[in-house]
């Protein structure tokens, strides 16, 4: 509908042959629309429904494919140069003859979808009710609706939590110790896995720790290297090598980084004791102390591991243990809680029979509800259970399906992308969840605001997982096996997306306009499958190479992620739909990508992996609708009048010094990279100029620790009328400071980050007792300096602190109450 309405008003004169046509497909869409939210709400749908949504939905599909192509034509011709130009009028024409015939065929589809609703008797159309733009006043009630940052409660697990950092801290124990914590899904096994993982008392033992998932799915090469991604030992480029080594090599490699020290290695979700055995030749059994964690369902694998260990199983809660974690989270937007709303809750609770999943989901539901709405819920429940035999979990999570608003349906539904326990970078979601056309901005709003909103709604529901916070926000999110089930069964039922694996695809289509691969491409390409109505195109999983794709035939892609797919062939310049391209090194080795890129021009998206740095000039001046850019770009980048850009990482700081930084008026987050280790060689940056980014966020600074960075005196900045007020986030690296930072640094009002790496100072770095008010993190790890000194009552929000210096007669004067919590270093 959005789509129609936007040609008809932005591509007037293209499609004004069909002007009434498309207004009368777009009056009898919304009808349809109006009905399809009665069928999304209703309690159970049922099965001639479906199938007549799934008419509807294929229709609107085709309608935004018949559009597209016959823009694309437009598009075509719009850039022929010479004789063929000559031909453009004849080809118009015909193009506008074609398109009037698509349409009309359309409009008899939609008559007979219509006719088949009114012959079986299929519920009653619905006009939608009220006006506007709703989408605003949605996100602002979810802005209000949402819970303050919270942290992962672990409720009735503490003894189990005791027991087992004793088995981690036991200094007895020299030997490699395997510690198996097993029980049904949903129990939480991996929230007790990564409580102890990231305990104070475990990282303070352990120096190296790394945290891999395995899941039904797996490929020992994966899990190897995301071990020791996990690690960081390893540099980009030796990564970037080892992407490409057979599995016995990798083990290899990973014995080799972990023998003779005490590390922890999380094996998150197996499934197969095949599995354990094909990692367990890559941990040294060493007498330093080393512990290895192992998560699963099944009793076979805990018991099954080799040497010394434990294995634990986790119970059911009690009933008490129960209502206290549903407490926690149901009666957040609740004041007063009368007899009736704690009885009809507690008969909720006693139904979910002790599973923490089955219960936080149940109390993400009602959390939302007001107390006449929880009989409601208690009902449709009642209503589903026909006796206690059946499982009470697949219902409270269909329940809390059902009661999503529309986009935050479209959200969960995508998470069905994703690998089994994939980390999934919030991002990276967001930027993929806008390319796909799924959210809707304004002008109060940015799309990504609004994506974030309803992902944090998911997080809120317990339908998502926070997994890593940085400043009180969501950096990476995971969703459930038993909860991705549901959006995969529910994927399935709306041909929204088809995924293959390595053991079969999860639904057969010609029609599904998203294709994902997980782990092997060879038995996709196999399929020789050939699908010209594809929109998206994403591949997980390690290097591979890509074949059996036509690129010549898939024009409407808006989605393109190749992951670590090696291509054999250039990707076609013509993808002018295409909002979200992902690559890395090994995807474009062999072709010209900067002549690629530059006729995107569309493109909202471009991700380059950290992997590879990209030498040549990028000439960007046509992608005005440009929202990301990232990767390492090192040679010359050319941006135009980009007002949307949001993320511009990394470019080179000749690159940005040519920018006018006052045109980017959205840019949030910034990376500036040096790659010249020339010791002559002087870089500037304008900390005037970073001023003029008022909606900037996240800053980083990064030089050879041989370059020198100068910056403003401490007179010009304190004569500036704004210090970066928009800033929470500031990481320089490998700067030498030719002054004090911390005067101007600490002036910054919305800090909370604060990341010295690798830099050099010779004299004193002072922190007066108003600075940094808001700052909750503070890294300084120098290669030299002469002295710092911290005032006081400084820092007052401070909850993580690290020091380390180089230099052994450093002066250090620091506070005790920073002293008790820091690590310091000298």
């Known amino acids: 509908m959005g789509k129609i309405g936007n040609y008809l008003i932005e591509e007037a004169s293209m499609f004004m042959a069909v002007k009434e046509d498309l207004e009368e497909l777009k009056t009898e869409l919304t009808c349809i629309h109006g009905y399809l939210k009665d069928v999304e709400a209703r309690e159970r749908e049922d099965e001639v429904s479906k199938e007549w949504s799934k008419l509807v939905l294929d229709f609107a599909y085709d309608v935004e494919d018949v559009l597209d192509t016959y823009h694309l034509k437009l598009e075509e011709r719009s850039q022929r140069r010479g004789l063929r130009r000559l031909t453009n009028k004849i080809g118009r024409k015909m193009d506008a003859y074609s398109i009037v015939d698509d349409i009309r065929i359309l409009k008899r589809r939609i ?39 919270q942290e992962e409660v672990v409720v009735g697990l503490e003894d189990d939590a005791k027991i087992l950092l004793e088995k981690l801290l036991d200094y007895e124990e020299k030997n490699r110790f395997i510690i198996s914590i097993f029980g049904m899904g949903g129990l939480g096994k991996t929230a ?20 891999t998932y395995v899941s039904q799915e797996y490929k020992t090469g994966d899990i190897l290297m995301r071990i020791i991604r996990s690690l960081g030992m390893t ?11 057979a599995e016995e090599e990798l083990e290899v490699y990973l014995y080799g980084l972990l023998e003779g020290k005490k590390y922890l290695v999380v094996v998150d979700d197996i499934w197969e004791r095949e599995a354990w055995d094909s990692l367990k030749r890559a941990l040294p059994c060493n007498h330093e102390g080393s512990r290895v964690i192992i998560t699963t369902r099944i009793k076979a694998v805990a018991e099954g591991v080799d040497g010394r260990f434990y294995a634990h199983k986790l119970r059911f809660l009690t ?27 507690k008969e909720m609770v006693q139904k979910c029979r002790g599973l923490p999943l089955c219960i936080v989901v149940l109390a993400g539901l009602l959390s939302r509800k007001t107390p006449s709405e929880w009989n409601d ?28 608003r529309h986009e935050s349906k479209l959200c ?29 901005g304004d002008e109060e709003m940015m799309m990504e605001d609004v994506a974030r909103y309803y992902i944090e709604e998911l997080i809120d529901r317990s339908l998502l997982e926070a997994v890593r916070r940085e400043r009180g926000k969501v950096m990476s999110c995971r969703i459930h096996d038993l909860l991705r089930d549901v959006a995969i069964k529910k994927s399935k039922e709306l041909n929204f ?50 074949v059996g794709l036509d690129f010549e035939t898939l024009k409407l892609l808006r989605v393109l992620d190749f992951g670590s797919l090696w291509l054999p062939f250039k990707i076609n310049g013509d993808l002018i739909h295409l909002r979200y391209l992902g690559i890395d090194g090994n995807s474009i080795n062999d072709f010209d990508i900067a002549a690629i890129i530059s006729k995107l021009r569309f493109l909202q998206t ?23 850019v990232i990767g390492n770009f090192f040679g010359g980048l050319l941006i135009g009048d980009v007002a949307n850009l949001q993320t511009l990482t990394s470019i080179s700081f000749d690159s940005w010094n040519k920018l006018k930084p006052e045109l980017l008026i959205n840019l949030r987050d910034l990376g500036i990279s040096e790659m010249s280790r020339s010791k002559e060689r002087r870089v500037h940056v304008s900390w005037a100029s970073l001023t003029k980014l008022e909606s900037l966020r996240v800053l980083k600074l990064a030089t050879p620790t041989e370059v020198h960075l100068s910056l403003e005196s401490e007179e010009a900045v304190r004569s500036m009328d704004v210090i970066s007020r928009s800033l929470e986030s500031v990481t320089l690296v490998g700067i030498t400071f030719e002054e004090d930072p911390m005067p101007f640094l600490q002036k910054m009002p919305r800090l909370e980050d604060l990341i010295l790496l690798s830099c050099n100072y010779s004299g004193k770095m002072s922190v007066s007792e108003q600075g940094f008010g808001r700052l909750r993190k503070l890294d300084l790890l120098m290669r030299s300096l002469d002295e710092l000194q911290i005032e006081e009552e400084a820092m007052p929000n401070l909850i993580e602190l690290e020091i380390s210096v180089s230099k052994r007669e450093t002066k250090l004067i620091i506070p005790n109450r920073l002293r008790a919590f820091g690590q310091i270093y000298c």
């Open 497 to 546: 997306v088809n995924v293959y694996n390595d053991h079969v695809a999860q639904h057969s289509s010609t029609t599904c306009r998203r294709e994902v691969v997980h782990h092997q491409f060879k038995r996709y390409s196999s399929e020789k499958r050939k699908n010209k109505r594809m929109r998206s195109f994403l591949y997980f999983g390690e290097f591979d190479h890509l």
């Open 606 to 628: 471009l991700f380059v992996s950290d992997n590879y740095f990209i030498e040549e000039t990028i000439d960007l001046r046509k992608l005005t609708s440009l929202r990301h």
């Open 235 to 245: 540099s980009g480029e030796e990564l970037e090598k080892i992407r490409k080594f």
């Open 111 to 149: 008559l007979d979808i219509t006719r088949k609703r009114e012959t079986y008797g299929i519920g009653g159309l619905k006009e939608p009710q009220g006006g506007g733009n709703t989408s605003s006043l949605r996100v602002r009630q979810l802005r209000r609706a949402r819970s303050v940052d």
């Open 319 to 345: 009933f008490e243990e129960s209502w206290e974690l549903f407490e926690q989270r149901a009666f957040r937007n609740i004041q007063r809680k009368d007899e009736d709303l704690l009885k009809t809750g």
């Open 192 to 211: 007790l896995a990564r409580k102890l993982y990231n305990s104070r008392d475990v990282k303070e033992r352990f120096e190296y720790r790394a945290w």
């Open 377 to 404: 819920v208690c009902n449709s429940l009642w209503r589903r259970l026909k006796d206690d035999s059946i499982h009470v979990a697949p219902i409270v999570f269909d329940l809390s399906f059902k009661e999503l």
């Open 412 to 440: 969960f539904l995508y998470l069905s992308i994703f690998p089994e326990d994939y980390e999934i970078d919030l991002e990276k979601l967001i930027h993929l969840l806008v390319a796909e056309g799924f959210i809707q």
